[in-house]
């Protein structure tokens, strides 16, 4: 457990809403992700962090937007949700260890109706 | 850059057979390679990585994975396989300097009684 929460679990909106998803963390890693997960297509970077207001794009940002205020919470927002959008969303810190192995959160499903 | 294919997207097996899923990566540098597994509704948890050294890696749990390099694969293996084994994993490799990981698309293991 690495000390990884994300907020809400599940949201259920509407096309065209904004959304805001949050991850929080406990021990100070400077590194942190989000993904997508969709069937068929495994894990996919949206965004990431390596450090406070430090942010770059992965391979799906288009649509989403990321700030980092503070080392604890990497926050993902989509501006103006579709239902491509509908997925579930996995924050992930990098350990410490100098390997690259990544830690997950328990994830956020969201449903864009 | 990386890339990782899982060779099947679906196992089915019955309990206590053996088990292996299949995973090649291409990369141009050395790489670190890690086994994730996610039970049903739950984020990823690591399972078993390899970063140096003897290319056979174990995990708790009885499982095992052989990086070979010749062949770029990390094969991930059981040699009896239970109901609670049954679950989605996820090979990913990481490399270069980018702190970013490669996932491959999963493998759905099913343990039937």
């Known amino acids: 457990d690495a000390g990884i929460t994300q907020s809400p679990r599940h949201k259920v909106t509407e096309t065209g809403t904004p959304v805001t998803l949050r991850c929080h963390q406990t021990?100070?890693?400077?590194?942190m992700y989000w993904y997508r997960q969709d069937p068929g297509h495994g894990l996919r970077l949206i965004h990431y962090?390596?450090?406070?207001?430090?942010?770059d794009k992965g391979e799906v940002s288009d649509g989403y937007s990321v700030s980092r205020s503070k080392t604890e919470d990497f926050l993902l927002t989509l501006e103006s949700a579709t239902s491509s959008q509908t997925s579930v969303y996995f924050c992930?810190?990098?350990?410490?260890?100098?390997?690259?192995?990544?830690?997950f959160g328990p994830g956020t499903r969201l449903t864009v109706t | 850059a990386q890339s990782v294919t899982q060779l099947d997207s679906q196992v089915p097996v019955f309990e206590e057979a053996p088990v292996e899923l299949r995973c090649n990566y291409s990369s141009s540098v050395s790489v670190y390679l890690f086994w994730y597994v996610q039970y049903p509704n739950q984020g990823l948890q690591l399972l078993l990585k390899y970063l140096s050294g003897s290319t056979l890696v174990e995990s708790i749990n009885g499982f095992e994975a052989e990086f070979n390099k010749s062949q770029t694969s990390f094969h991930l293996r059981k040699p009896s396989v239970h109901i609670s084994d049954t679950a989605e994993y996820f090979c990913a490799v990481n490399g270069g300097s980018n702190y970013k990981l490669t996932f491959g698309k999963g493998t759905l293991l099913t343990v039937n009684p």
């Open positions: 992930a810190i990098r350990g410490t260890s100098g390997t690259d192995e990544q830690y």
């Open positions: 962090s390596y450090g406070v207001k430090d942010t």
């Open positions: 021990e100070n890693h400077r590194y």
